[in-house]
């Protein structure tokens, strides 16, 4: 929604300045020009780029336009499943979560918290470490490695896209260059028509470098930011999961593990104490 709303304001600014000023909208619509860059900058993209880049590019261009999902109330739900999780852990002993671990989508547990199963990058990432404490004979130390190792790949596995975006939006004004270049070219090969017709396609030819810029910053390159901030809240989500699951291992109480993960939250997000324990309290009563 705000991508649509930032797009119109821009449009507002730029064309409503333009009208302001006296000029003419009409001769800013140039479709061959709006052909060479967009066309140009696709080409590029399709050859810059693998197949997985593409398909991982396209597969991320439609979570731009919905909000995020990451709100205080899918963390409240996430501490809240960890601390039963742990909870049950700390009673009754690791082997008792095993069958939680191994089918969560036919847990109890689990089918409390719709928010969290939801995602099943939070899913798979929670059960195979937990999978790992249950069977496993690894420290705190070594599963804090592995999770360091998979974060990293899923932060470069999430960058994929955002550079892929910012390498076309830094080519547009270069493109928009040629575009103008090519309507210069028309322009001189033109220079026996009457001068008002020769002033058109000048214009022609600036539009293409106006556009070239007005679309690498005012439309692309936003783009490639706002995915930026979608990966670092996804990542957010995964660093909370770790430190508490570490925690644990280091022999925390359920209550002090859910408490080192709620710290990690962003303060935008990050629900109190005193809130955290009023949730986990009544998903108890219910």
Known sequence: MFVLIGYAVILGAV??????????????????????????????????????????????????????????????????????????????????????????????????????????????FLTDYLRLMVGGNLNAFEIENLMDNELETHHEEGSVPIHAIEK???ALPAFGIVAAVMGVVHTMESVGIPPAELGKLIAAALVGTFLGILLAYGFVGPLATLLQHKLDESTKMLQCIKVTLLASLNGYAPQVAVEFGRKVLCSTERPTFMELEEDVKQRKAR
């Not at 140039?30 to 197949?51: C, D, K, Y």
């Open 168 to 170: 076309m939006g830094d």
């Open 15 to 124: 064309f409503g300045g333009f009208a302001m000023a006296g000029g003419h909208l009409g001769s800013l619509l140039q479709p061959v020009e709006l052909l060479m860059i967009f066309g140009s900058a696709a080409g590029a993209f399709l050859v810059a780029n693998p197949s997985k880049v593409i398909k991982s590019t396209l597969k991320a261009l439609p979570s731009l336009f919905r909000g995020s999902r990451y709100s205080k109330s899918l963390y409240m739900e996430t501490l809240a499943l960890l601390f039963e999780i742990l909870a049950k852990v700390r009673k009754e002993g690791l082997m008792s979560i095993e069958g939680d671990v191994e089918t969560p989508e036919q847990s109890p547990i689990f089918s409390k918290y719709p928010m969290v199963t939801s995602d099943h990058h939070v899913v798979e």
